[in-house]
């Protein structure tokens, strides 16, 4: 399945539109990554283990959309937008949403 950030695929006619289609992850931070990461963000550098938790959310988010596209009849996603947010107490979550349309292209 396609799934593109643009309005319309090259080369492929949108022969039919289903509607929006979304997906959602939410990834709770574990107390030794949140550790961690303090440590990393006063010495400097990247954090591995956010940046993996962030990853699999993203594509969690990406999967439950392409899934509600199939389920719609769609082959393709066009206008994907991928919306982050901290959510939970003490910003405790991070919460990955993504949406499109759901189209069919031949």
Do not use: W
Request: net charge negative; proline share 2%.
């Amino acid at each position: 399945m396609i799934l593109t950030t643009t309005p319309s695929i090259e080369g492929k006619p949108i022969r039919g539109y289903h509607g929006i289609v979304t997906g959602e992850a939410i990834v709770g931070a574990n107390i030794f990554k949140d550790f961690f990461a303090g440590i990393r963000d006063i010495v400097g550098g990247r954090s591995a283990a956010y940046e993996g938790e962030l990853r699999t959310a993203r594509e969690l988010a990406l999967q439950e959309m392409e899934t509600a596209a199939r389920d719609t009849g769609g082959n393709a996603v066009v206008g994907v937008d991928l919306d982050y947010e901290v959510v939970g107490q003490g910003g405790s979550m991070l919460m990955v949403s993504a949406s499109g349309t759901a189209v069919t292209v031949g």
